[in-house]
């Protein structure tokens, strides 16, 4: 069987296989990478408790396999090219052979600041090399990382270090994203005010900006790398060791630390990166994703070096300094394939093509889409004018919780259709479900997404509340892992997404929990309570639409709204702020309390008629009090 599927019918073919022999198919990838000790038991599991164990017994270092096995062949081969957020600065190629270095030199700086097998690091850093250098590191010594998307507040950062226990931050002193300052140091030491598990800081120098040091915790990243060793052999680890936390939201107001573990991840992340993207090896793959969140982490970092690919990383935005940058980078570094999200591609379509007039996009030759649905409309203009008709785009559908894509095209070999997330990967077993929670077998159907056997990239549990993950993922439905989005599977058995069926929103793809706003927006004294929802945006997919019970003090309203998204901004980031707050008397509400959202998700598209039955309401005048505010 080969590594990478080549025609429509060798997918075909194994993905058959894959599903009839799961054993003997995911044991086969498994043999492309270089293990200490093979696994006694390739997989053992139940969605009961849940339990899910891939290549028991296995010995390995994951960057064995990222950097070490590479030097042969691919030692001068660029690994990261980096584009930083300012266009007159240098760029940055960092090769598999300097990469390796770097890891084991910074692997060493850990151990000298204490960090030991097991250990929990919270990396808050912006998009540069030394971020990769820093997860890699802390592989490499078997410490698990908990990286930490740049956009979150300092509390955000504090609720991360404490549920997860870390013992260091790796920060930098400040990055420019735009034209915007985000002094990263200063945020840690606001969220290190509420922390007392942290005994060391390293701060990489990025811009000069005034931090203060505290003598006792803090070190510059350039003074202890300079002190250490260049060799740091890696530390042989168990194949379901923990490799790393990744907080995400759920329908609860706190969010859950998802864990994925070595040996599974790696496979899964080299494999659907091969196949997907149809990496080449001279190719140039661009992700425009953040490194804070999963797409970052499996394909811009583990995805591409497991595959010895050269991977393009972009500190900036791609609006700075203008609409046309994401495109003149493409240009300048000649990327083959570009992956982003659509909230990415409505905003840059709606600049205006003239920021892609005048590029030459010709190197160009796959495309990708993530984290949202993307509408008909972005599609076509991402086809039409970036990819010129020539280039096949992959609309991936994945989660946090799935460690890799599940359901995509493969780039040129398997059919593509504006929409759809098309067909799952090899060893991917989805069943649609109806709320009786019956799989509904054929063509022509939808309901929830769920996914009726194990994947090696699976999570296998929520940080520190193994129960949480059971009954969020494995209780809904009966020996099934349930993905909380619905989905199609149409006349010709192609998977379509429709969204999330939870409490669950997509902002610009970022994800984000009603109830986390809601939390945040009632910590304002003048706030009794609130409910969010979200609204159709046509840039960032869904806005944030909050109502809000307020007390009979508030006299100045417009001051009230500045303060709850100040609020919301200093408690998630401001990236979760309500786009549009109604203050209202009452919520509509079940007699049993439950807040009827699917009345308000109405309302707050204007749809004041037609609200569906309202008669288990509490009280139904509220309703109408709420709308006529609207009309
Ligand atoms: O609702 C789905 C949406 O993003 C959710 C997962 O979010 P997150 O864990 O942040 O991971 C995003 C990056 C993988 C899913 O439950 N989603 C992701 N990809 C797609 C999508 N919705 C539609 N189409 C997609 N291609």
């Known amino acids: 069987m080969n590594y990478q599927i080549k025609s429509i019918e060798e997918y075909k073919e194994t993905y058959k296989y894959s599903i009839e022999n799961p054993e003997e198919f995911w044991a086969e990838i498994a043999n492309n990478?270089?293990?200490?000790?093979?696994?006694?038991?390739?997989?053992?599991?139940?969605?009961?408790?849940?339990?899910?164990?891939?290549?028991?017994g296995a010995k390995l270092n994951i960057t064995e396999n990222c950097l070490d096995r590479h030097l042969e062949k691919l030692k001068d081969k660029t690994a990261i090219i980096w584009e930083p957020n300012n266009p007159e600065e240098k760029t940055r190629n960092i090769t598999y052979g300097e990469l390796h270095k770097d890891v084991c030199r910074f692997a060493n700086v850990l151990k000298n600041n204490g960090v030991k097998k097991g250990d929990r690091i919270c990396i808050y850093m912006p998009m540069i090399p030394e971020l990769t250098v820093a997860i890699l590191a802390c592989a490499r010594i078997g410490a698990?990382?908990?990286?930490?998307?740049?956009?979150?507040?300092?509390?955000?950062?504090?609720?991360?270090?404490?549920?997860?226990?870390?013992?260091?931050?790796?920060?930098?002193?400040g990055v420019y994203r735009g034209n915007k300052l985000i002094a990263l140091k200063n945020i840690v030491d606001e969220a290190l005010r509420n922390c007392n598990t942290i005994k060391k800081v390293i701060v990489y120098k990025r811009i000069g900006n005034n931090v203060v040091m505290n003598n006792e915790t803090d070190v510059w990243w350039h003074d202890e790398f300079e002190k250490a060793d260049k060799i740091c052999a890696a530390e042989i680890m168990d194949a379901e060791d923990m490799l790393f936390i990744l907080y995400t939201s759920g329908s609860t107001g706190k969010p859950k630390g998802v864990v994925h573990t070595i040996a599974g991840y790696m496979v899964f992340a080299s494999y659907t990166f091969a196949n997907v993207f149809q990496y080449e090896s001279n190719e140039i793959f661009f992700c425009t994703a953040d490194i804070g969140w999963v797409t970052g982490h499996t394909y811009i970092v583990y995805g591409p070096l497991l595959t010895g690919a050269t991977c393009l990383m972009f500190e900036g935005i791609p609006t700075y300094p203008d609409a046309g940058r994401l495109w003149q980078v493409v240009e300048k570094h000649k990327v083959n394939t570009l992956y982003t999200a659509p909230t990415a591609i409505r905003s840059l379509m709606q600049a205006g093509i003239e920021f892609v007039n005048g590029k030459n996009l010709d190197t160009l030759k796959k495309l990708g889409s993530v984290g949202e649905p993307i509408n008909e409309e972005a599609w076509h203009w991402y086809n039409t004018n970036i990819g010129k008709g020539k280039c096949p785009i992959v609309d991936t559908w994945w989660q946090t919780e799935t460690g890799g894509i599940m359901i995509s095209p493969l780039a040129g070999i398997t059919p593509t259709i504006p929409s759809f997330a098309m067909l799952p990967l090899p060893g991917i077993q989805l069943a649609i479900v109806n709320t009786q929670g019956e799989e509904l077998k054929g063509n022509d159907v939808s309901g929830d997404l769920c996914i009726k056997f194990p994947w090696p990239g699976i999570l296998r549990t929520t940080y520190g509340n193994h129960e949480r993950c059971r009954t969020n993922y494995f209780?809904?439905?009966?020996?099934m892992?349930?993905?909380?989005?619905?989905?199609?599977?149409?006349?010709?058995?192609?998977?379509?997404?429709?969204?999330?069926?939870?409490?669950?929103?997509?902002?610009?793809?970022?994800?984000?929990?009603?109830?986390?706003?809601e939390n945040a927006i009632d910590l304002h004294h003048n706030v009794i309570e609130s409910a969010v929802v979200a609204f159709p945006h046509n840039i960032k997919g869904q806005g944030i639409y909050a109502f809000v019970i307020c007390s009979n003090e508030t006299k100045d309203f417009e001051k009230l709204k500045s303060e709850i998204t100040n609020l919301v901004s200093e408690e998630i980031g401001s990236f979760a702020k309500p786009e549009r707050i109604q203050f209202v008397n009452g919520l509509p509400k079940t007699r049993s309390g439950k807040i009827m959202r699917r009345i308000l998700r109405k309302i707050a598209v204007g749809e004041t008629e037609n609200l569906g039955d309202t008669t288990t309401l509490l009280d139904p005048a509220i309703v109408e009090e709420i709308c006529k505010v609207i009309l």
């Open 481 to 517: 892992y349930y993905t909380g989005d619905g989905c199609i599977r149409d006349i010709n058995g192609y998977y379509r997404i429709t969204g999330r069926a939870d409490d669950v929103l997509k902002v610009s793809g970022h994800r984000i929990g009603t109830a986390e706003v």
């Open 475 to 479: 209780a809904t439905y009966k020996n």
């Open 144 to 173: 698990i990382h908990s990286v930490v998307f740049g956009g979150f507040s300092s509390k955000s950062i504090a609720d991360r270090i404490v549920d997860a226990q870390c013992s260091m931050v790796i920060t930098a002193d």
């Open 33 to 56: 990478f270089i293990w200490h000790k093979k696994w006694d038991k390739v997989l053992e599991w139940n969605f009961t408790e849940p339990k899910v164990e891939w290549y028991k």
